[in-house]
């Protein structure tokens, strides 16, 4: 019979199961691996990314297969993948069934109100101090009382036969901290599996000028986006004397039912928000067989200072306002530099240092002509005075952007401000408890403290010390 009792049923078995820390253990462990290789492998990437990665890694024969591989178990788009899923799901019922399967004893503890215990019982305690003073019991009531006041007590008192006795407590509640720090990651998984279903992660190239009203994902899949994106205009800026970009800037405009309803520029860190969507400024590059098809922006300023800024395509030819001298666009390079000989040579595909080619005439007869470097504004000033400024060349580069909705951030975010909260509860406070018996012992008074704490007892033991030197001082410091 008692080994029937002793028989658990399925129920039983499942309960403790997922009521096991260890079972906790394993699961945060998958977790945390399967993230490292998320990590690793670049999410939602084009697939030649990721077979250059595993390449350098693994090298270039093994690479294919550890990349269909891992593809098909879905670490390419992991944090979307059902196994990635249900392991938060797992994490998140083991959490459940854990606290409420140790929820009632701790509720026991917080609920069970301080009592007066015999003083045999307080000596026993870890936290104890004995003081003999002289005078009688009743002298040291209300000194008891202000000097459990004074260490942040309110006590309340009992008579007996073994004396009076002071007893308070203080941070019950804090043994429920933990019990807040679970629920901040119940909070935070929440939050997590609403992005994964109701978010995206994309990306959008987007050329100067053009508009887009989607991102795409993961092998091209389109995501409406409930809006236009229009790239008014982007810009690279360098470092002196450098091709290395120090910052870019896209500016942006989102078109809603036909009409402008915001503009904004990007750059880094500094992103566009618009319907709970977020645009990133992340990559550029040049749009492809676009570089010989963009438009010149130039400022002429005349010797005189009369000035007019043009728009003008390769081939077109534009006036210096107030005078007689006209210029044509002959040539154009995305990165011009000059060889020792004084040849001029284009470098790099990018716009890295644009230049412009432009021949120069007066009066139908030819002047001059020469190169303007859109990065060197000295080569901007021409023999006869005048100025022409290289502003731009627009319409041949595009802005690169990350775009994201997470309508589970904020809920991500009051799960951290609530594992804040507990994380304090559990490590900071505590559940502290003491007792104060005054008892008379021939014309001597013996006082017995008696206190407890279940978290940071040193900190405690200072104030038990603070106690035992108040009561120590006597009624109205001894007099």
Not at 177 to 199: D, E, N, P, Q, R
Not at 232 to 244: A, I, R, T
Request: hydrophobic share 45%.
């Amino acid at each position: 019979m008692e080994k029937e009792k002793e028989k658990k049923t399925i129920t039983d078995k499942v309960w403790d199961l997922f009521a096991s820390v260890k079972l906790a253990i394993i699961i945060f462990s998958l977790i945390a691996l399967t993230s490292i290789v998320g990590t690793i492998v670049e999410q939602q990437a084009e697939p030649e990314r990721n077979l250059k990665l595993l390449a350098k890694m693994f090298g270039e024969s093994s690479a294919p297969t550890i990349y269909s591989v891992l593809d098909s178990l879905g670490f390419m788009n992991m944090y979307h993948s059902w196994w990635f899923v249900g392991l938060l799901l797992l994490f998140a019922a083991n959490l459940i069934i854990c606290s409420f399967d140790r929820l009632p004893r701790v509720l026991k503890m917080v609920n069970e109100k301080v009592r007066p215990l015999p003083p045999e019982h307080l000596e026993k305690m870890s936290i104890k101090k004995a003081v003999s003073l002289k005078g009688k019991a009743s002298q040291f009531r209300e000194l008891g009382v202000s000097a459990l006041n004074d260490i942040g007590f309110k006590p309340l008192e009992s008579s007996g036969e073994q004396g009076t006795q002071f007893y308070a407590e203080k941070g019950n509640f804090t043994r429920l901290g933990v019990y807040i720090t679970h629920l901040s990651i119940l909070i935070i998984l929440a939050g997590a599996i609403i992005g994964i279903f109701f978010g995206f992660n994309a990306f959008l190239n987007l050329p100067e000028g053009e508009t887009s009203s989607v991102a795409f994902q993961d092998r091209g899949v389109e995501v409406p986006l409930g809006f236009a994106l229009r790239c008014d205009n982007f810009e690279v800026d360098y470092y002196p004397n450098s091709d290395m970009p120090k910052a870019y800037r896209s500016w942006l405009t989102v078109i809603k039912n036909g009409r402008e309803v915001m503009k904004k520029s990007i750059v880094v860190n500094d992103p566009l928000v618009y319907e709970g969507i977020t645009f990133y400024q992340a990559s550029y590059g040049p749009v492809p067989n676009a570089m010989g098809n963009g438009i010149f922006i130039l400022k002429l300023i005349s010797k005189n200072g009369n000035s007019e800024q043009v728009q003008a395509k390769l081939g077109d030819s534009f006036a210096i306002p107030g005078t007689s001298v006209r210029g044509k666009i002959v040539d154009f390079s995305p990165a011009l530099s000059i060889d020792p000989s004084g040849r001029a040579f284009t470098y790099a595909d990018q716009l890295v240092n644009p230049a412009v080619a432009i021949e120069f005439s007066d009066s139908g007869e030819k002047k001059f002509s020469g190169w303007l470097l859109k990065r060197y504004p000295k080569t901007w000033d021409l023999p006869d005075g005048n100025r022409v400024e290289f502003m731009d060349y627009w319409g041949v580069e595009y802005t690169g952007m990350q775009v994201r909705k997470d309508p589970g951030v904020w809920i991500v975010y009051l799960g951290c401000f609530i594992m804040a909260a507990g994380l304090y509860i559990t490590f900071f406070m505590s559940h502290k408890r003491v007792w104060v018996n005054i008892s008379e012992d021939k014309n001597e008074v013996k006082v017995l403290i008696g206190a407890s704490a279940n978290r940071n007892r040193a900190a405690f033991e200072h104030k038990i010390e603070k106690l035992a030197g108040l009561l120590s001082a006597g009624p109205k410091g001894g007099k």
